[in-house]
């Protein structure tokens, strides 16, 4: 075989009894990303090495490559692996680098509720006082819900899941729509305490942040009849996106208020005649000791750090929930729940 000046011999390895030779052009060689000298690694696991026209092996990276990592700083992984773009320390013209997709920019709040995932877009499309601006969905999503929305009179917008990714983020499980609407409207505290008179609790949440505990709260809520939910306006997830999504259409079920000041809604709840009961883990008394007559409200403190000293201070009583010695806290989303249910079955007796 004659050696062309732009291509180096390569010893190669039998097959079928035939010496196999690879030729490469030096400049098809993607030095810094070999993972052993240029040429050392061959098909099936097999070993070679450059080679002069005499057959001897010799050493064909540049020296200021030598004693460098094997390492392709473009694709960001190791060489040898099963994705595209370089191999084996040779360009091979494969697909480019993975990189994976950037979160969406934050978006200012412009008033607008978005919901994404089935079960939240499907009862925002059943709730008659929820206000629809706008609908996004592929075809296979919107046919899912077809019924639904024709009856809102909409008229989806085709969109690609790819599309929905850029808007939600890649990591969202939107299911392929997204329906922009206006807030619900909110009850006042009158309303509520008046409604907790002949229902069940109220649950007022103390700066519960995390939207898959407020949303699994509102989930139970609605499970367990509660009356209503109030939280702060600031230190408590928007009313849209993951809560909704968590709260799997519990968020058109629940009367939600928020306010700006809990302790001074706390303070008008029991002007109305509301009890109001802080569950703390390091109370004496139990919440299955309640009577649960007449209105009252449940309040919950934050993942962690529990209600706030002023909080506490606004409560008629604190309570716990009782639990094994093994294990004395729960899961705020998970207290929520026991206490509600617990709310109910004294109620029904």
């Not at 909704?244 to 700006?260: F, N, P, R, T």
């Not at 809604?265 to 569950?279: E, F, K, Q, Y």
Request: a neutral charge.
């Amino acid at each position: 075989m004659r050696q062309h000046p732009n291509e180096i011999a390569l010893r190669g390895f039998e097959r079928q009894g035939k010496r196999v030779l690879i030729p490469a052009r030096a400049a098809d060689v993607n030095w810094k990303s070999a993972p052993f000298p240029v040429g050392e690694r061959g098909a099936a696991g097999a070993r070679f090495a450059p080679s002069d026209a005499a057959g001897d092996a010799v050493d064909t990276m540049p020296d200021e490559h030598k004693g460098k990592p094997r390492f392709n700083p473009k694709s960001g992984f190791k060489v040898g692996g099963d994705r595209g773009g370089y191999r084996g320390g040779f360009k091979t013209g494969g697909g480019r680098p993975h990189r994976p997709q950037r979160a969406p920019e934050p978006v200012e709040d412009d008033g607008i509720v978005r919901l994404f995932g089935v079960h939240p877009v499907e009862a925002a499309l059943r709730n008659p006082d929820r206000v629809l601006l706008r609908l996004k969905a592929t075809d296979n999503a919107a046919n899912r819900l077809a019924e639904a929305i024709a009856a809102r009179g909409l008229t989806h917008e085709p969109v690609t899941p790819r599309d929905l990714d850029r808007l939600l983020g890649p990591d969202t499980v939107h299911q392929g729509m997204l329906l922009e609407t206006e807030p619900l409207p909110e009850p006042d505290l009158e309303d509520l305490a008046e409604a907790a008179a002949t229902g069940g609790p109220l649950i007022l949440l103390d700066q519960v942040t995390d939207p898959h505990n407020a949303g699994a709260i509102l989930r139970s809520a609605a499970a367990f009849g509660a009356s209503g939910v109030i939280t702060t306006r600031r230190h408590s997830p928007p009313l849209n996106g993951t809560l909704a999504k968590s709260a799997s259409g519990a968020l058109e079920l629940v009367k939600i208020a928020q306010v700006q000041n809990l302790a001074r809604a706390m303070s008008d709840l029991r002007d109305a005649g509301v009890t109001i009961l802080g569950l703390d883990g390091t109370a004496t008394a139990a919440i299955e000791d309640e009577p649960f007559t007449g209105p009252v409200a449940i309040v919950l403190g934050a993942e962690g750090k529990g209600l706030r000293q002023l909080t506490a201070e606004g409560c008629d009583r604190l309570v716990k929930i009782a639990t094994a010695d093994d294990l004395r806290s729960l899961n705020v989303s998970n207290a929520a729940a026991v206490a509600l249910h617990t709310a109910l079955i004294k109620r029904r007796r």
